[in-house]
């Protein structure tokens, strides 16, 4: 079984661009959840959606948003860019009542 | 605010010793914790789990053991091994079966041989 799969694995971007993560979760998997993850700060909660629909969110500010689609592929989008969203961007997916299954990240680069 | 914390930032053992990795939690809702381990240029594996019912799980190599009065949970791995060498961090939610899990920052286990 293929695992999760994230798009694209690397990527720099200047202040104030915006930019679209992508996410392919396990077949069969409905959920898929977002982190983001920066040196001393751990592995922090963006978002979760389950059947096109968000379920849980963290505490970020509304310049990071995401969605589901029907086939449960997800993105995730950051605008205007700023420096302090450099960072490993882990999606995962996870079938019901199952643990979460990760990615290998997106590593995002704002100069 | 850390609501899950790993004190640690760093351990280094002898191959086939005990490594043990702990990890502190302030929000007492917090009833399902895990294990992940992290190689570079990878995401997260899981390891093991535990609910807020037992407290202690075991899977092999791996033990983990809550301790819910002193918000407190801890990983041991017996014997360590070289492969084991990784950034070991544990998470916690609210309630099994949702994954809003919150991170610790944690743990780079070095395992000399």
């Known amino acids: 079984k293929a695992g999760v799969t994230q798009t694209p694995r690397y990527l720099i971007k200047t202040r104030g661009q915006q930019v679209t993560l992508s996410c392919s979760p396990i077949?069969?998997?409905?959920?898929v959840s977002w982190y983001q993850q920066t040196p001393g700060q751990g592995l922090q909660f963006l978002f979760e959606y389950f059947s096109e629909t968000q379920r849980n969110k963290g505490n970020f500010p509304g310049r990071f948003s995401g969605r589901q689609f029907s086939n449960s592929r997800s993105e995730m989008n950051v605008s205007t860019l700023e420096l302090g969203d450099s960072a490993l961007y882990l999606c995962a997916s996870s079938s019901f009542l199952d643990t979460q299954y990760f990615g290998p990240g997106t590593r995002l680069t704002v100069l | 605010d850390q609501q899950v914390k790993q004190n640690s930032p760093s351990l280094s053992v002898q191959e086939g010793r005990i490594s043990i990795l702990n990890c502190d939690y302030t929000?007492?809702?917090?009833?399902?914790f895990l294990w992940y381990k992290k190689y570079p240029a990878e995401g997260p594996t899981f390891l093991i789990s535990i609910s807020s019912i037992k407290d202690k799980n075991e899977d092999g190599r791996f033990t983990v053991f809550l301790n819910k009065s002193a918000k407190h949970l801890s990983l041991h791995i017996v014997p360590s091994q070289p492969g084991d060498s990784a950034v070991y961090f544990c998470a916690a939610s609210e309630a099994s079966g949702t994954y809003k899990y919150i991170f610790g920052t944690g743990t780079r286990l070095k395992v000399l041989a």
């Open positions: 077949s069969g998997h409905r959920s």
């Open positions: 929000n007492s809702m917090f009833d399902y």
